[in-house]
């Protein structure tokens, strides 16, 4: 009996390890086919992040450049190119150009632009194939990976929060904003408005403070000591005001956002003992200071190691798409001074080592604490932003109708003088914050 049970029971074991094999191999598949469908999915995605901010990372560096549009051909082949590129070294070459991104979208590259917000979304898809080991033996699909990314670059925004005037003394030690001019002098802001860290004041003369403008353009000084009125203020001392939502311009963070400049790489006329004085050929490069007349004919950047002094019968100082980088020193003059500069613009000499500043047409390094003078004549049109982290800022003169369109920024601004100063805030000619990239998904 027991010899008729055991010759029943052989070949059991023979299923049993059979099926023991087909649920080891089962887990042996998940483990292994498992972990490689992870870790390509991971690939996948860290080469469409890296895809994604390539393409955003050259849309911003041609906004650098170029004005936003949507209309723009170059500034969406670029774009794309260089999101192809990133995701081509990562072994997804030739990712198909989409124009939107559908629910037909396959996989590659799509470019979304918003012209009333200025933004863009640079849109990656990829899709890839694991090349299994044990699945196929159970499945006959097959394993698929789809992944995406999405960054987005905000075009440029307004520098100083978009206002004309500012002073950064949060201490109040010079009166922040501070009107000393005599007799009639008025100042007419338009389309700005005006800022203090600290406090204003006005000292001397009879003349108004009138700030045009459309847009909910406010006047005012709105943080620790600071004093505000909207629209025609003729009797400053103000009363006081509350502290606005975000506080006080943090004057480090504003230095940031501003390029690094580099005098080495600008002609060296320093070392040779030369300053700009009666040039007529002026080009960039490093000067030890100036007496006028000065005349910078060609585009750039202009370091400057020491004072600019405009008096008398050499009261010129003239420059076209100009960014002047005050080492140490700054601008001295009495008044009447022959003031005509503009600050570079967008593709317009901005490229290259010894290019200047788009928007900003004079800086002073943070470490510098002089004054620069800018008391014009009925002429003079200084356009683009003016930087002074840690000088006084004086503008004005004696003539009516002393213009500028620009954005005055100083750690003090002083408006002196009796003619009329108007200040025109034009954000297409000023110096802006750069793009900013966010990864969305």
Not at 87 to 102: C, G, I, Y
Not at 322 to 334: A, Q, W
Request: charged share 15%; hydrophobic share 35%; glycine share 12%.
């Amino acid at each position: 009996m027991l010899n008729y049970l055991s010759k029943k029971e052989r070949g059991q074991v023979l299923v049993l390890f059979a099926l023991g094999l087909v649920v080891l191999l089962g887990f042996t598949a998940l483990a292994v086919d498992g972990a490689m469908v992870y870790s390509d999915r991971r690939f996948d995605q860290s080469a469409a992040d890296s895809a994604a901010m390539s393409g955003a990372a050259a849309a911003g560096q041609y906004l650098s450049t170029h004005p936003f549009s949507c209309a723009d051909t170059t500034f969406k082949s670029n774009t794309i190119s260089n999101a192809q590129s990133a995701a081509s070294v990562n072994a997804f070459p030739a990712l198909p150009d989409q124009t939107s991104n559908t629910s037909t979208w396959t996989f590659g590259v799509s470019f979304d632009c918003n012209s009333t917000d200025n933004y863009l979304d640079v849109h990656v898809k990829i899709s890839s194939e694991t090349k299994t080991s044990f699945a196929h033996l159970f499945y006959g699909g097959h394993l698929i990976n789809n992944v995406e990314s999405t960054v987005r670059v905000l075009d440029s925004q307004p520098y100083a929060a978009g206002n004309a005037i500012v002073a950064l003394d949060s201490k109040c030690t010079k009166d922040g904003v501070d009107w000393k001019g005599g007799g009639n002098g008025n100042t007419v802001i338009h389309e700005g408005s005006i800022f203090s860290n600290s406090c204003m004041n006005k000292s001397g003369g009879a003349g108004d403070i009138n700030v045009s403008g459309t847009g909910g353009k406010t006047y005012g000084s709105f943080y620790q000591n600071g004093y505000s009125c909207t629209g025609h203020c003729d009797n400053p001392p103000f009363s006081p005001a509350a502290a606005p939502t975000g506080g006080p311009i943090n004057v480090p963070e504003l230095l940031a956002s501003i390029p690094q400049v580099n005098c080495d790489n600008v002609a060296d006329h320093v070392s040779v003992g030369h300053s700009l004085y009666l040039k007529d050929n002026v080009g960039p490069g490093r000067y030890n200071g100036g007496t006028g007349d000065i005349y910078l004919t060609q585009p750039g950047l202009y370091c400057i190691y020491g004072d600019i002094t405009l008096s008398g019968g050499h009261n010129v100082l003239h420059g076209e798409n100009v960014t002047l980088y005050f080492v140490n020193g700054g601008i001295k003059n009495t008044g009447n001074a022959d003031l005509d500069l503009t600050a570079p613009i967008k593709g317009v000499g901005d490229t290259g080592l010894d290019a200047g500043i788009v928007g900003m047409v004079i800086l002073m390094a943070p470490n510098n604490s002089s004054t620069l003078v800018l008391l014009g004549n009925d002429t003079s049109d200084i356009v683009g932003t003016v930087m002074a982290p840690y000088g006084e800022v004086q503008i004005g003169g004696s003539s009516n109708s002393t213009a500028y369109h620009s954005q005055i920024i100083g750690f003090n601004v002083l408006f002196n003088g009796t003619g009329t100063v108007e200040v025109y805030y034009d954000d297409s000619k000023l110096y802006h914050n750069p793009a900013v990239m966010t990864q969305y998904k």
